[in-house]
């Protein structure tokens, strides 16, 4: 099985007036992407959580986001014509429509729900998958491409866990 791309995005908090701060994929050859994205003049909603969780403030982002209309260029050209999963896609998907509708743009890939991937067999053995390949990982920030790939390498060990 060819790996699919997997994408992530941390936010300024969740529900509503929510927004992306970093959207990263890995892509189906194992490419990475990631950026912080600059919040438009109109996000204004921020939660200390999710901030405390990603680890980046809101300074971080006017200093070193990229706009976004750079970033959503970025991945309509980078994900064109693919099926992107999440594995938070109800998040996601409302998250992405916040950056596109911001620049006026429409993806140029589909998003799905990572779980469509998965059988009964393989989803009883994601979390502890998960969690090992985390610690194998030895990451040291909650970053979203390294989240996606994390994501993508559990994916791949449990379709070769329930072969065998």
Known sequence: MTP???IDLEASGFGRGSYPIEVGFVASDGSLFCSLIRPDP???HWDEQ?????GISREVLCQH???ALWVAQQMNQRLAGQTVFSDAWGHDYSWLARLFDAVDMVPSF???DLRTLLSQDEIS???STLEQVRAEQQLRRHRASSDALVLQLTLMRVK???LH
């Open 125 to 127: 053995h994601w979390q």
């Open 4 to 6: 699919p791309a997997i």
């Open 65 to 67: 986001g990229k706009p």
């Open 110 to 112: 589909r998003l799905e």
């Open 160 to 162: 070769q866990l329930v």
């Open 42 to 44: 109109g996000w204004l």
């Open 50 to 54: 999710a901030q405390a969780l990603h």
